[in-house]
């Protein structure tokens, strides 16, 4: 898939997606989702958030571990991007505050083949282009 270039002006989310986002604000574990929706003009608009699933097993201890290939799941055609959740809605940051540094979310989003990538982070929506053009929404 080739990546698409938008100049991001205006982004957009619909009832469900913005229903499903708040719920992840509240959780206190971390979420990790692809947005799916269209391009119109200079707006991109989400019409839904497909959650992908962590994959659980017990260790021999009996505890449960989780897989890190989740990060590494495919989203479907038609993801403008991917999403997820910081729990307690702290550092939700593209660069480190007051410097050009990329964090590890903005590493990721630059490195992304999808034209957006956003952190829910408390009662807003975080989300950023791949030249780490950062923006906020409220939820």
Aim: aromatic share 6%; net charge negative; hydrophobic share 40%.
């Amino acid at each position: 898939m080739s990546p698409v270039t938008v100049m991001l002006l205006v982004l957009s989310l619909n009832p469900t997606p913005r229903a499903l986002l708040r719920l992840w604000a509240e959780s206190p574990t971390e979420q990790i989702g692809c947005l799916l929706g269209t391009v119109s003009g200079d707006s991109l608009v989400v019409e839904e958030v497909r959650p992908l699933v962590v994959q659980e097993w017990p260790s021999e201890f009996g505890e449960i571990r989780h897989t890190t290939t989740v990060a590494r799941t495919e989203c479907p055609k038609g993801t403008l991007g991917r999403v997820h959740n910081h729990p307690q809605g702290t550092r939700c940051w593209y660069q480190f505050p007051g410097t050009l540094v990329p964090t590890q979310d903005g590493v990721m989003a630059a490195r992304s083949p999808f034209p957006i990538d956003a952190i829910v982070c408390g009662t807003k929506l975080v989300w950023t282009d791949r030249a780490l053009n950062v923006h906020e929404m409220a939820l």
